[in-house]
């Protein structure tokens, strides 16, 4: 059975920095890629980055890139996302998700993945 459950959101000022954990089932991770997601207020749900199961390969998209870092750690069945520098626009709820694939990238509809229950990130002075 794939099982998430995330922790680590919080409130921090703009610049600063948060790490969030996201403790998935042994199947989930050594079988599905694992991907961070978040929807800020009135917005649609976004992917913006995801590690495979594969070969631990990394993707993000353009607007997180160099900001934002995901990580796994095998020994915690863990996958952690450690985001710096962030901005207000980094406000959103988080959340990860098991993929129904081993590989990131392919195009699986949401309610196919598997998901945390999501934690609150509000970056504000």
């Known amino acids: 059975q794939v099982q998430l459950v995330e922790s680590g959101g919080g409130q921090v000022q703009p610049g600063g920095s948060l790490k969030l954990s996201c403790r998935a089932s042994?199947?989930?991770?050594?079988?599905?890629?694992i991907g961070w997601f978040r929807q800020a207020p009135g917005k649609e749900r976004e992917s913006f980055s995801c590690i495979s199961a594969t070969d631990g390969a990394k993707h993000y998209m353009d607007y997180v890139k160099g900001r934002f870092f995901i990580s796994a750690e095998k020994s915690e069945n863990t996958v952690y996302l450690e985001m710096t520098r962030l901005t207000p626009e980094d406000t959103a709820i988080y959340y990860c998700?098991?993929?129904?694939?081993?590989?990131?990238?392919?195009?699986?509809?949401?309610?196919?993945?598997?998901w945390s229950q999501g934690t609150q990130v509000t970056v504000s002075s």
């Open positions: 042994k199947i989930a991770f050594d079988s599905y890629a």
């Open positions: 998700a098991s993929s129904p694939y081993a590989e990131c990238g392919m195009g699986a509809d949401f309610d196919s993945w598997s």
